[in-house]
């Protein structure tokens, strides 16, 4: 029984936040067009974009082997599953017997994977250069997320995101140095996994400078549309880790409806608050040249070894 | 409350410190040090406000107007007439200087436990965190060849040892902060027109060049 009420949960939570994703994603694009002096698109681009996609009939390379009609699947499927180990509402993950950070890591990083192998499947050099350049970043910016998350498992004594969360949520607002330095650090991955200005850009189709466009650059029609789809559901899912980590005030700690309601109006808030954050840093800093990345996912590996560092010191 | 500001102020001076390690751009590391600059100037008035010193309302308002705002604005000045806007090559690269000051910082926070205050609780991390940027500060002073990046560290140093006399010890009479706040100012306009100079002579602001100078 415990176990199924479980998977209806997981169920539910990674509904609502697979329909929120796209909106987050044209939130961010509007609100940038604004500070451009740009009216932007309207607020509900995301959808129309994912259902034009969705209606397309999927157009695929002769040279593709069943890597690349898979690679979009797996790249979705992990994200959906990681949404599944976070708490968002309520103060624990509906998954959360399943496993910690550890597991959510290595179902982003499979994610990760699949992408990239699909992207070397077709032989294009877009795809290659592409994977070759995600994975240069990825294998510094993963180390930089594990030692950010371990700051806070240190805190609450246990690798489990809920039990960190309750944690949090019960000891109120207290703070040590580790927290900004840990979240300064994850700010920074979290900029550089979703593809954000100063490490990549996501709009545009630039040869120099693209990373994970590259490597998508193939997909059309209903496989674009999932790898769209999952990866605004990763950008929200990072958000809502920050969020989880370092402030959960006012997430539900019981099934009561209006507790949920309070739960979905903060968590909801921060989220917005946080992409504020993301626009305004996306809108002030130019884009990075390539080998100039990884100095500065150096930094947020730097901050967050110093997170985990200074709880011992 | 007021202990979770002055940590998350002394934490935020922590991260721009060695955000500006990670930094090339000079107008970046200009703006981190403003933004620290407030940290401190926040840090003062919160232990104003909590501890009825209102002297430090005084230092507050300085540390806010000189070292937030106007210091930042003159040096933002002084590169802009230069034109020279990059740190083009430090002597250590990135990661390396990354590397090194991570472990000044556990240096610093380590060593803050030898004092008496230093061992635990607010002042634990107010020392440590000071310690640690004075290490960082007098660490980029050494490795940076622009004239401005030096006057940054410099600058950076003071900020460390401004945090420890406003955060941990009873506070230095009005005279002496003043005194300080005038020396600082003069400091950074004297050096604004030595970069000048060194930049009119030899069409650059590094200045190892000035070892061109020994016969």
Redesign the interface.
Known sequence: MDTLLAFAAALLQAGVMLAVAPLLKTAIKKMKARLQNRKGPPILQGYYDLLKLLRKEPLRSETASWIYVAGPRVYFAAAVAATTLVPVLYAAAPLEAAGGILLLVGTLALGRFALATAALDTGSPFGGMGASRDMTIAALAEPALMLGLFASALAAGSLSLGVMVRGLLHQGLSFHPSDLLAFAGLFIIVITETGRIPVDNPATHLELTMIHEAMVLEYAGPDLALVEWASALKELLYLTLLVDLFLPAGMATSIAPVALLVGLLAWAGKIFVLAIFVTVAESTNAKLRLFRVPELVSVSLGLAFLALAIRFL | ?T??VL??C???M??SA??M??Q?ALFTAIRLYGAQSLLLAVVAATIAISEGRHELYVTAGLTMALKGILIPWFLMRTVDRIGIHREIEPFLN??AS??I??GL??IG??VS?GFQEGSRGVSH?LI??ALSILLIGLFLMVTRRKAITQILALLTVENAVFLVAVGVTTGMPLIVELGISFDVIVAVLILGILVHRIVDRFESMDVSRLSNLKG
């Open positions: 409350m202990v979770n940590i998350l002394a934490a935020g922590l991260v060695l955000l390690v990670g090339k990135v990661p990354l590397l000051c991570l910082t556990v926070y380590r436990t991390h440590g965190v």
